[in-house]
């Protein structure tokens, strides 16, 4: 089976997509007995030729609006200089699109909007006490209110800096002002200017290579770039092979 | 106003692989038996949209909601214990099948030595080997004698695997071949070889082929999905209490679950437990469940808070080292590994399943000399490839920067480029390492949380540090352009994801005086009280715990059935 080293993309892919029937046969699944998974129950979670057609249109989707792009927590002046951050955090580079342009700030602000923004399963209740750093976050903000607290100090503190908005610094001042940020060395009453820059990197990383259905790594090109096949049905057939490149796939495609 | 229900032989609180096997071996038997579950009803239809990182490993779909209950944490006796707010260390079951559902199904057994720990330590190194705060215990029952129960436990999940070498002698053998091999698995294997070590596929839930198991339930096969740990399996193929043990219990038609019941309390009358008392989380209807028998698998924190809040059992004492409930918390030591970076070789990082994996033991357990080294017990040195997922997996060198232009450029260029060797290391009990009521936090119904105080001590950042070694000879033997090492083990930390294997809390042994349980997990203080998990574990070792936690349930099992018809005490 060494040839399948060679074989191209397309025909990987189409490898990957295994039928019903192929897969029952893989998996030597019999009739008869207790059954109890879910594709011997009748369901079969992705594949078959509808889904077919639609990685085919995908070339088409390019020109389409899209109407995630909106936002829902974020005021415009906000957003902006989320956007300008997300950026230095994960730029535009020779790999392929940064931060800004796989939709980080949509996801970010879409995240907000929603539980996660709120804490909702988080425990919140008091006392509140200051504890050691092995005993994490003990604070009685939610996510939401530490985001909108943290770009506000860090409009101050580049103009405090610079006078200038930090949109419209140059990008060794933005780097410097995170970095900051990052280090603590920024004096702050409200918030902890690393807790909240901890949070803004790690939403970065969520951003450019969650599954596009939150907003962003946009066409799933924060997957292409690292060779990420996101979403398949399983690796059966390559496991014990050398690397391979697949074509990525998303949620959408099991639709 | 608590509406009581009518009794039955045995309630069950929590189902999750603990309750479910005890439901299955019970109602197989005719008792009929009340399965009581905080969490929601899970069906493997639920995984149509699994294949989620987000959702499923970062936003903790599966898992207990904190905002509800969660545990309190100290490092020691002398700061004040604070919620776990959010999650990290640990992550806790929630929901029909428990943490089984979302494991990555690695089942290995303990070692004959974990058995007789401190009998087989004295033996080979004398007295002074143990410091005088390490509170290990021998268990109170052999490997030979526990080795059918396993033996059971891996038939019913249909366990994938070949023999360990170093291991424990087995009956019979894994009734699935081992899973296929993958270039770095090979690669991780001819490596250990050649530096004279035992390596071996290591055991899987994961189904190397499809099985029927001695429940005639059929399961299919791995599919090396990647999407295993945190996460549903869509196809069966990861032995979950969902797909192998419930439905044989639901199928006698003995058995009534209901979920959605959070337990609060054991009821207890003369020293014989008489039901529970639980909450209907929709409705918050009170409701009392008469019960002959009543089994605690509710894992290891909620076992240990029932029996405080029902004042149940001697608490344990931090000062004087008496009591026993909350005794012997212990956890696990798994940063003492080593990153090999690789320049011109790219892997299937992204491909894997939970329990994909190779392990050796020559440093696990006492199958090494430890006669000059500052610590007891040891590590199973591993590779695993379960599916690096990329939020979570950023390999970078160390030293590098975490963000910025070069982080991107190394985050991306070592995607594929990255292995790990880990060493799970054992983790020993100490006197002042103990769960009990937190005094100021409560949960959603009021009452109080359960406060975990624990940290590392010398004898874990030893293990670490020769780990860290050993890991890292491996690697350079594997032939990485560039090694990153555990440098120093520092303090015990919530905040960063280790494992779910805690231990202890409601520890076993063969003396009223120093253990909760005996043997079959039946309370020493209540006979018609069984608490089964790994909560029983008297120390952690250097393996995941179900394999063995599965063999002390069916052990258990057919202790219940024995106390059924004759009563007492049963060791
Ligand atoms: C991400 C992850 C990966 C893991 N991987 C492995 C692995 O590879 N190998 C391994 O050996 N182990 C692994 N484990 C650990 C393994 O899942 C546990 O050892 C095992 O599930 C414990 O079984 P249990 O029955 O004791 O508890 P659980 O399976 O957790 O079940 C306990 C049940 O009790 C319920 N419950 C709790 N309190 C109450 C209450 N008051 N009232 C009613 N119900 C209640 C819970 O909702 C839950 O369903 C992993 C765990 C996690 C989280
Ligand atoms: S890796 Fe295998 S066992 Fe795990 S979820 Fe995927 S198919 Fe199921």
């Known amino acids: 089976m060494a040839d399948e080293n060679n074989k191209n993309e397309k025909e990987l892919t189409e490898e990957q997509r295994m039928s019903r029937r192929r897969f029952i046969k893989n998996s030597g699944l019999a009739a008869g007995g207790l059954v109890v998974g879910g594709v011997a129950g009748g369901l079969i979670p992705w594949g078959g030729t509808k889904h077919d057609n639609k990685t085919q249109n995908a070339a088409q989707k390019e020109t389409r609006k899209d109407y995630n792009h909106a936002l829902m927590f974020f005021t415009q002046a906000e957003f902006k200089t989320v956007e300008a951050a997300v950026e230095r955090i994960f730029p535009t580079d020779e790999n392929g699109p940064g931060a800004k342009d796989l939709g980080v700030g949509y996801y970010i602000d879409h995240q907000l909007a929603g539980s996660w923004g709120f804490n909702a399963r988080d425990y919140m209740q008091p006392p509140f006490y200051h504890g050691e750093k092995s005993q994490g976050y003990q604070g009685r903000m939610r996510r939401r209110e530490i985001f909108r607290i943290g770009l506000k100090e860090m409009q101050n503190y580049s103009q405090s800096k610079y006078k200038k908005n930090f949109e419209d610094l140059t990008e060794d001042q933005q780097d410097k002002v995170l970095k900051d940020f990052e280090g603590d060395k920024v004096n702050l009453t409200t918030i902890s200017p690393s807790g909240f820059f901890d949070m803004l990197r790690s939403s970065v990383l969520e951003g450019a290579y969650s599954d596009p259905l939150y907003g962003g790594n946009k066409d799933m090109a924060g997957w292409s770039m690292r060779e990420y096949p996101g979403d398949q049905m399983g690796y059966t057939n390559i496991i014990d092979k050398d690397f391979q490149k697949i074509k990525p796939q998303s949620l959408q495609d099991h639709m | 106003m608590v509406k009581k229900l009518p009794k039955v032989d045995v309630v069950v609180v929590g189902v999750g692989w603990g309750g479910g096997i005890i439901a299955s071996e019970l109602t197989k038997k005719g008792l009929k038996v009340v399965g009581l579950e905080r969490g929601a009803e899970r069906h493997t239809e639920d995984y149509y949209m699994v294949h989620d990182e987000l959702r499923y490993a970062l936003r903790y779909e599966l898992f207990q909601d904190l905002s509800k209950e969660t545990v309190t944490f100290r490092n020691n006796e002398k700061i004040r214990a604070l919620p776990m707010r959010q999650y990290g260390s640990f992550l806790m079951g929630d929901g029909l099948g428990g943490a089984g559902v979302h494991w990555n199904g690695q089942t290995f057994r ?38 059918p129960y396993m033996d059971k436990f891996e038939k019913m ?11 424990g002698k087995r009956s019979d053998k894994y009734p699935t071949g081992p899973m296929k091999h993958s270039p770095q698995m090979d690669m991780f294997e001819k490596a250990a070889k050649k530096l004279n070590y035992h390596p071996y596929t290591a055991p899987s839930a994961n189904l190397s082929e499809a099985y029927k198991n001695p429940d005639g339930i059929e399961r299919a096969a791995c599919q090396y999905c990647a999407f295993c740990e945190r996460f549903g399996c869509e196809y069966g193929a990861k032995a979950d209490p969902v797909v192998t043990v419930i439905p044989v219990a639901q199928k006698t038609g003995n058995f009534e679950l209901r979920t959605h019941s959070n337990v609060r309390r054991i009821l207890h009358k003369g020293g014989k437990a008489t039901g529970v008392r639980y909450i209907d989380t929709t409705t918050d209807e009170e409701i009392e469940q008469p019960a002959d028998i009543v089994v605690l698998t509710a894992y290891v924190f909620n076992n240990t808070r029932l029996l405080l809040l029902s004042g149940i059992g001697t608490p344990y004492d931090s000062s004087t080292g008496t ?27 992204f491909a894997g399943a939970g329990a994909l994996g190779m392990e050796f033991d020559d440093f696990n357990g006492d199958n090494f000399d430890h006669s000059d080294l500052k610590f007891i017990h040891g590590a199973g040195i591993r590779l695993y490839q379960s599916g690096e997922r990329p939020i979570q997996n950023n390999n970078i060198p160390r030293g590098t920067p975490t963000w910025g232009k070069e982080f991107k450029q190394n985050s991306i260029k070592y995607a594929n480029r990255t292995l790990k060797i880990a060493a799970q290391g054992a983790c020993m009990p100490h006197q002042h390492h103990f769960l009990d009521l937190d005094p100021t936090y409560k949960d959603n119904y009021g009452d109080p949380l359960l406060r975990m105080t624990f940290d590392f001590e010398n004898q874990e950042r030893e293990l670490a540090k020769f780990m860290a070694q050993k890991c890292t000879e491996v690697m350079k033997e594997m032939g990485a352009d560039h090694i990153d090492t555990m440098q120093e083990l520092g303090p015990y930390n919530i905040t960063t994801y280790q494992s779910t294997h805690n231990t202890g809390g409601v520890i076993m042994g063969d003396d009223s005086g120093t253990s909760a349980v005996n043997n079959y997990s039946q309370m020493w203080d209540m006979d018609n009280l069984f608490v089964v998990g790994a909560s029983s574990f008297p120390h952690n070792s250097g393996f995941n715990p179900t394999g063995t936690l599965g063999g002390l349930a069916y052990r258990a099992a057919e202790g219940i059935l024995k106390y059924h018809k004759s009563g007492g005490q049963l060791a």
């Open chain 2, 110 to 147: 303990f070692l004959p030595y974990d058995f007789e720990i401190r009998s087989q330590t004295v033996d080979r190194y004398g007295k002074n080997k143990i410091p005088k705060e390490m509170t290990i215990q021998d268990w109170g029952i052999t490997y030979d004698e526990l080795e």
């Open chain 2, 157 to 167: 999940a249909g366990i994938s695997g070949e023999e360990n070498p170093l291991g």
């Open chain 2, 323 to 349: 009591g026993v409930i909350g005794k012997n918390y212990a956890y696990q030591v798994s940063q003492g590994g080593a990153t090999g970076f690789f320049k011109n070789k790219k892997f299937n990082n």
